[in-house]
């Protein structure tokens, strides 16, 4: 069981930067895959960044390449996220996700365990 806690969310204007975290519990979070989601009101939720277990190989949705950086310290347990140069459509609710295995995939229903989500609200 892998247990995963969202936390860094906030409101930022446009342009600006926010950092989130993902704390996992158990002692599997090493041999885990890693990823991002977010959900916009009214949109489905979508593939943000994922990373793999030892963090070699990462993963990016086009419209954040460049913008967002995905990272983790198996040593704390945790994955981040870093959100930089921040639009309005940026606007969501973001997900952790984990999924036992080494590959990263960018469908939701791949994934074993998902956080409860932290919001980012991006004012133009």
């Known amino acids: 069981q892998v247990q995963l806690v969202e936390s860094g969310g906030g409101l930022v204007q446009a342009g600006g930067s926010l950092s989130l975290s993902c704390a996992a519990s158990?002692?599997?979070?090493?041999?885990?895959?890693m990823s991002w989601f977010r959900q916009a009101p009214g949109k489905e939720r979508g593939f943000v960044a994922g990373?793999?277990?030892?963090?070699?190989?990462?993963y990016y949705a086009d419209s954040v390449k460049g913008r967002f950086t995905i990272s983790r310290d198996n040593a704390k347990n945790t994955v981040y996220l870093q959100l930089n140069s921040l639009k309005p459509e940026d606007t969501a609710v973001y997900y952790c996700?984990?999924?036992?295995?080494?590959?990263?995939?960018?469908?939701?229903?791949?994934?074993?365990?998902w956080g409860q989500g932290t919001q980012v609200t991006v004012s133009s």
């Open positions: 158990g002692r599997t979070f090493s041999s885990t895959t």
């Open positions: 996700a984990a999924r036992r295995g080494a590959s990263v995939y960018t469908r939701g229903g791949q994934y074993d365990y």
């Open positions: 990373i793999s277990w030892s963090g070699g190989s990462t």
